[in-house]
Nanobody
Framework: QVQLVESGGGLVQAGEYLRLACVAS????????MAWYRQAPGKQRELVAT??????TYYADAVKGRFTISKDAKRTVNLQMNTLKAEDTAVYFC?????????WGKGTLVTVSS
């Protein structure tokens, strides 16, 4: 089993920044990719960014150039969010996956006021 715990959410104004962190514990050897998803009120959960063990990253078009995903060793994945917009308001979830299982954190709320 793997546990994922997010932190760093909060209330900011448009144009400001936040840094989210996700700390993994448990059988983290089973994870080869980690990601951030988000779910805005009334909308479906959507992929924000991914990072593989190799360091390869992927970004959704909506955040490309503003958000940066990174990892500190195997246990922590960060999401640096710059130039935040009101439409970035959502609950942000950490995800970790491997060949046989996937895991979700409980989420952290990001609110961007315009």
């Amino acid at each position: 089993q793997v546990q994922l715990v997010e932190s760093g959410g909060g209330l900011v104004q448009a144009g400001e920044y936040l840094r989210l962190a996700c700390v993994a514990s448990g059988s983290i050897f089973s994870i080869n990719t980690m990601a951030w998803y988000r779910q805005a009120p009334g909308k479906q959960r959507e992929l924000v960014a991914t990072i593989a063990d190799s360091g390869t990253t992927y970004y959704a078009d909506a955040v490309k150039g503003r958000f940066t995903i990174s990892k500190d060793a195997k246990r922590t994945v960060n999401l640096q969010m710059n130039t935040l917009k009101a439409e970035d308001t959502a609950v942000y979830f950490c995800w970790g996956g491997g060949y046989v299982a996937e895991y979700w954190g409980k989420g952290t709320l990001v609110t961007v006021s315009s």
